[in-house]
């Protein structure tokens, strides 16, 4: 069985995955969607199916982002795949590009429940995008409507961000890992990516994959390039199911 469980990132929702899960469904595999519920929609937390035969069994755990640390430790723990897209194990690197990102990170959380509140949100959905475009009628209507629990999330998880500083709890050091790098992110810093993969490397008994996309930001979009992650798990680690 071929089982995904995909959890979004900060500011993010369930429905992002739609033409993932289209993708992926197409071909047999079994896929839930976590939801932080930052809007009206509830929180949920969905768990792998049960296996009487796990010599068949691949479970896929797809992150993006923040989603990494908000995943469920025990969905984590028990996946066979991990695949993490622009994700981190420290947010903020050590360095010169260590300032300004805490001083935007504050501006950000200091803008949650003001009257700045929407124009960040559409800031940042705007920029993670990049190079690719955002319907901005969509982003209204769909991205930046949150509930009044949901908002007390989005400050407790940007602070999470903020201080994030290893690699998620609960990454099994036999994971298969694959790392997606946006080209053009502008959301990431490239120390921070570096500083993952170092972890990655020190963490599991297999060293990590890394696909770089030319054509994408920090948000991953083109058909073609979920594609390029399907193939991957489904032909390069064929035989490294547990």
């Not at 469904?25 to 949920?44: F, H, I, L, M, Q």
């Not at 790392?179 to 963490?203: M, R, S």
Request: hydrophobic share 35%.
């Amino acid at each position: 069985m071929k089982e995904i469980i995909a959890m979004h990132g900060w500011a993010g929702d369930s429905h992002q995955w739609s033409s993932w899960k289209q993708i992926f469904a197409s071909c047999g595999w079994k896929w839930k969607s976590v939801e932080r519920g930052y809007k009206d929609t509830s929180p949920n937390t969905p768990t792998w199916n049960n296996i009487s035969n796990p010599v068949e069994l691949k479970r896929v755990a797809i992150c993006h982002s923040l989603g990494s640390h908000l995943i469920d430790q025990q969905v984590l723990h028990s996946a066979t795949h991990v695949v993490l897209i622009n994700s981190f194990s420290r947010f903020i690197p050590n360095g010169k590009e260590n300032r300004p990102i805490k001083l935007a990170l504050n501006r950000m959380i200091n803008a949650i429940n003001t009257s700045n509140e929407t124009a960040m949100l559409r800031k940042f959905h705007i920029k993670a995008y990049k190079p690719n475009s955002i319907d901005l009628k969509s982003t209204k209507s769909n991205l930046l409507h949150l509930s009044d629990s949901g908002r007390l999330r989005l400050k407790k998880d940007l602070i999470l961000l903020k201080n994030s500083n290893s690699l998620p709890n609960g990454l099994n050091t036999s994971s298969k890992v694959l790392i997606i790098n946006g080209a053009q992110d502008y959301i990431l810093a490239n120390q921070t990516k570096v500083k993952l993969a170092e972890d990655l490397i020190n963490h599991l008994e297999t060293s990590p994959t890394t696909i770089y996309l030319q054509d994408e930001g920090h948000s991953i979009t083109k058909t073609k390039n979920i594609k390029k992650i399907k193939h991957w798990l489904e032909f390069d680690h064929a035989n490294n199911m547990v």
